[in-house]
């Protein structure tokens, strides 16, 4: 059994045959600390840190918020689109659950911004299935099922999504 260190979401792969989309064009909010890899929402136009149980996910961030008040900076940031599938981190309250084997496929999770040995992004919560924000649809083949913050590949629910992000990326997807 290893421990393995937390890591960002990651883009896995997509139904859409195409590579994941990078937009550019909003600003940060006022006073923004989120990291790199952090999710992310609109608001009012300007790229916001998800709070916890996030329902307006846009992305996640390709660059990390620059904590101004003016003069703020265009944030880059993947779209996810509904259907596309990420790779996450595993987190329990309880490390020692933190376990693949205790992950069902196909069962809905919610989602944690969690601090772990100095590393800090969001995870799939086992603990927590109230205000689900992905669906596990595979183990990831490269952790063995004893790892502890071992890794699953998710998919995030609709609900979750930002709508506005959505509708305007499914148009430019058919342009």
């Not at 890899?37 to 918020?65: E, F, H, M, R, W």
């Not at 927590?128 to 992905?134: H, W």
């Amino acid at each position: 059994m290893a421990t393995l260190p937390i890591q960002p979401p990651q883009w896995h792969r997509t139904p859409y045959n195409n590579a994941p989309e990078i937009k550019g064009s909003l600003l940060e909010a006022d006073s923004q600390t989120f990291l790199e890899g952090d999710l992310v929402y609109s608001n009012a136009g300007a790229v916001t840190v998800c709070g916890a149980d996030p329902t307006q996910i846009a992305g996640l961030a390709a660059k990390a918020g620059t904590n101004v008040t003016s003069g703020n900076a265009a944030i880059p940031f993947m779209v996810i689109r509904g259907g596309d599938e990420f790779i996450m981190s595993l987190y329990h309250a309880t490390p020692a659950s933190a376990l693949q084997s205790g992950v069902s496929v196909g069962t809905a999770y919610e989602i944690a911004r969690v601090t772990v040995s100095g590393a800090t992004c969001w995870c799939v919560d086992m603990a927590e299935t109230t205000n689900e924000r992905v669906v596990v649809v595979d183990l990831y083949p490269s952790d063995a099922t004893t790892d502890l913050y071992g890794r699953v590949i998710v998919r995030f629910l609709n609900t979750a999504l930002d709508g506005a992000t959505q509708r305007n990326n499914v148009l430019q997807l058919w342009q």
